[in-house]
Each structure stands twice: as C-alpha cells, then as structure tokens.
C-alpha cells in the first residue's frame, strides 16, 4: 500500500516532499515522490522479473512432465503448492504461446471445478487470428471475457475432453504458422542502414493510430554472432553495419550455432542503440527461420 500511495503522489503531486525509503537513509533525509516513486518501480520490475521467470520454468516442467504440447491447445492447471500470483498468469500464458506456437490457458480449480484463468493467443497464427470467437462458439465455457487473443475463461472440468477434441480435429500443426503483415521486406546484402535509422530515429511518432514498422530482412550471414548475458542465453548477429539481436531465449543461440551454413531470415523492429558515444541501428528479433545458403552452390 505504500508503494501504491507513492505513485499516487508522483502522479498528482510529483515534487511533494516524501520520508526517503532509499537503503541507509537516516532520519529526515527526504526524496520527491517523483523520484522515490521511479526507484520503487524499478525495483518491484525487478522482483516481478524474479518471481516470473521462477513460475515459467515452473509450468514449462508441467507441460513436458504431462505432455500437454501435444494437443493444440496448451492448458496448464496450477494450485495452491505452486506458488505463483494470479497477476502473472497472463504474463505466464503468453510466455507458453511464444515459446510453443501454440494458444495456451493458465488456469485454477475453484470448489466448483471450474476452470478459471488467463487465455492467450497469437494474432499471427495463420488460421488462428482470433480465438475468444472460435471458443465461443463451442458452447463448452462458463466464461469468455475480454479481448480476441487475451480474456478471462472459465470452463468446468468435465468439459476439457471436449475441447481439446475440438481443437485437435479442427486444426493442425500448419494452422500455427506465423503470417505477419510487414511494412518492408529487405534483403539484407543491400545497404538498409539509411532507412532503418530514418525509421527508428522517429519512434516517438509511433502509438495509438500510427503503428511502428514492422520488417522482414532475408539473406542475414551468420559469419560474425555473440552470444551475451550472464547465462548466455541472448545472440548478436552483426551484419553489413546492422547489430540483429535477440534476448533470452537460449534455443536461438543454440539454432543459430548450429546453422551457421545457412542464412538467417528475420521478423521484427528496429530502434537505435547508443553505446560508447556511438549511435548504430539495432534491429529486435521477435520471429525467425534458417534458410539455405543458395550463394554456396556457385562455381
């Protein structure tokens, strides 16, 4: 509650004068809301980031454990012994999806055995682009609030069997391919970098309304990558005066290890990284497949 009446300063009344909470203040000392409310919000990511990455691995072992990726609707069923908060389990599903290409539900049993919690899907899935419709129309739900992709569901016990039929008949593996609407599609042997500054340069521009660019870039070279962070689980790919880059997700580094004969092909955004006085345009990796190297046939 403290935290939340020091954001309420910082938002009505951001150079009121509060009791400072940093570590090893003494008495009187005194910090701007503004400024306390900015230092707790960084430390409650932090221990949110902690406490989330402990309940990914978490459902991740379920998942493999029960086999629950073998159908085309992940459901999870958490309780009491796992310790994980309700305001993460969106954050939770979203992660699954990501990871398994594949609509997921986190959700608990209430006395009732009702199902109850977060579903998540990918607007990108080809022949999935919106799901709270799709579920809907089966008639098996006690509830289904919210968006497309990210709603509320409940849904009794007895009822999974069927759904997870219907989901299982109704599509297949090929139903979850990503297709994106991209605003570029570049080759990434060309100089892209004046475009790609241009665009990131202007990214207060983008929000409600104006959309940020989105590009596909093919024929990226594996021929310089780092791999980073302390657990080495993110890669930089650096190619023709771009840095590609893609954070915490140790399968990439290990694909891309693995394939530096082909060629990479890339989906994402772009923005500009300044390090050491220099500015360079850096370009987010968010979907990506390996594709042969046709230059390697030449002779």
Do not use: W
Not at 109 to 137: M, T
Request: proline share 2%; glycine share 6%.
């Amino acid at each position: 509650m403290e935290e939340k009446e020091c954001m309420f300063y910082a938002l009505t009344d951001p150079y009121r004068e509060l009791k400072s909470t940093k570590r090893g203040a003494k008495d009187g000392d005194i910090e701007l809301a503004k400024d306390q409310a900015a230092r707790i919000a960084k430390n409650v990511k932090a221990r949110q980031d902690r406490i989330k990455e402990k309940a990914i691995s978490l459902v991740d072992f379920k998942i493999q454990k029960e086999g629950l990726d073998e159908n085309n609707l992940i459901i999870v069923e958490l309780d009491a012994s796992d310790d994980i908060p309700n305001e993460l389990t969106g954050l939770i599903a979203q992660n699954v999806v990501s990871k398994y290409n594949k609509p997921c539900f986190i959700v608990r049993r209430d006395n009732h055995n009702i199902l109850k919690g977060s579903l998540r899907n990918n607007g990108n899935f080809q022949d999935l682009p919106a799901l709270r419709s799709v579920l809907e129309s089966t008639g098996l739900f006690e509830l289904l609030a919210g968006h497309e992709n990210a709603c509320g569901v409940g849904i009794a016990a007895s009822h999974i069997p069927s759904l997870l039929k219907f989901m299982n008949s109704k599509y297949s593996s090929e139903s979850f391919s990503n297709c994106y609407l991209v605003d570029y599609i570049l080759d990434a042997r060309e100089n892209n970098t004046d475009l790609l500054y241009s665009l990131a340069e202007h990214s207060d521009y983008y929000g409600n309304g104006i959309d940020e660019p989105k590009f596909v870039i093919k024929n990226i070279s594996l021929a310089h990558i780092m791999a980073m962070g302390a657990n080495k689980d993110s890669m930089k790919i650096s190619y023709n005066g771009i840095d590609y880059v893609h954070f915490k997700d140790l399968n990439f580094v290990e694909e891309v290890s693995a394939n530096r004969t082909k060629t990479l092909t890339v989906y994402g955004r772009v923005n500009l990284n300044t390090f050491a006085g220099k500015t360079s345009v850096q370009f987010f990796i968010d979907d990506y497949e390996f594709v042969d190297d046709e230059s390697k046939y030449d002779f």
